[in-house]
């Protein structure tokens, strides 16, 4: 299949074609004079949750490094796709980009109707991480192991809570829906802020979710158990809890990726630059360690291979919603 992506390409002819509407002549993008003023990173969910933590986490450190402060914008809403809306459509100063997982990008294209073409007006700028899947129990499910829930759901029904329609999370409880028969309900929320309270009140069985310092507390304090995990293996900090593949359920077995992200008028000099300096901060050993202390997975690439695993995911995304018939209810 054609590779959709050819940031360099796309954004020179973005670039042209703003010059010579603007009479710019690029200078406002240009490398060597930018940021001329505050950056916004926009987050596509609410206050609280990885995304939003992880964001200011690396944002604090990269306005140092580039000499200007970077407000962050949470703009929460179907599944984060509002907000890579919000930064498509509002992105036109070059002072604008985004911190988010790619499933708004990759999977809710897919389901539902978005405002951006997610292979034409997104550039990826950098990846961070990726992030596994708690599988959790709230105190609402009595039973003891991923197999007890399937056993209810097929005689009743088990509700599991997620980030959204579109979510990775909302992906692996069709998929595993779909591979058992079982009458699992899908509860979408908008952000943590509204599902952790949730979770605590035991308003649904179980809750798939990215691991964060506010769900390890509710962990620790026993408000959540972890029955599986979607990882590559079984992880250091709950290493009895099996990974979904572990438990005969391969193609649910999903993680999240998490990155930066910008509109494609971005010049490339800038989002080169912004790449080298989110690499740079991530080999710091406090900042790396706050990423993987939560078990989550550091990365470092450039945008050229950030863009490529965001258009496999795209196209392997594709084929599993097709396959299995799934639909943003």
């Not at 964001?55 to 809403?77: E, H, K, M, W, Y």
């Not at 907000?83 to 997982?101: C, Q, R, S």
């Not at 310092?213 to 290493?239: C, F, H, M, T, Y």
């Amino acid at each position: 299949m054609k590779n959709h992506f050819n940031p360099q390409r796309r954004q020179t002819l973005s670039l042209l074609a703003s010059a010579a509407v603007c009479g710019l002549a690029g200078k406002a993008f240009a490398a060597g004079n930018w940021p001329q003023k505050p950056l916004r990173l926009i987050v596509p969910y609410s206050a609280g949750g990885v995304s939003d933590i992880v964001a200011r986490l690396v944002a604090q450190r990269l306005g140092t490094a580039l000499g200007q402060s970077i407000v962050v914008d949470n703009r929460p809403g179907a599944a984060g796709t509002m907000g890579m809306n919000a930064m498509v459509k509002e992105g036109g100063d070059g002072h604008t980009f985004a911190f988010t997982p790619i499933s708004p990008i990759t999977l809710s294209p897919h389901l539902m109707k978005v405002g951006f073409d997610p292979m034409k007006d997104i550039v990826p700028v950098a990846p961070v991480m990726y992030s596994p899947v708690y599988v959790c129990a709230t105190e609402a499910f009595k039973g003891k192991t991923l197999a007890d829930a399937f056993a209810q759901a097929k005689s009743g029904s088990v509700t599991m809570a997620c980030l959204g329609f579109g979510s990775v999370g909302h992906i692996i409880i069709e998929q595993l829906r779909r591979q058992t028969g079982s009458n699992l309900v899908p509860i979408p929320y908008k952000g943590d802020s509204q599902l952790l309270p949730d979770a605590v009140g035991a308003q649904f069985d179980i809750l798939l979710i990215n691991p964060s310092e506010p769900v390890n507390a509710l962990v620790q304090r026993g408000k959540l158990r972890i029955i599986a995990v979607g990882s590559p293996q079984r992880l250091p900090a709950v290493p009895d809890v099996p990974t979904l593949a572990e438990l005969g359920h391969p193609d649910a077995n999903m993680t999240s990726l998490f990155g930066f992200v910008a509109p494609t008028n971005m010049a490339p000099e800038v989002v080169k630059r912004l790449n080298t300096e989110i690499n740079r901060l991530l080999q710091q050993p406090e900042l790396r360690d706050r990423v993987q202390k939560l078990d989550n997975i550091a990365l470092s690439q450039t945008p050229a291979q950030f863009a490529a695993d965001v258009q496999s995911a795209y196209e392997k995304n594709g084929k599993i919603i097709k396959q299995a018939n799934i639909k943003a209810e």
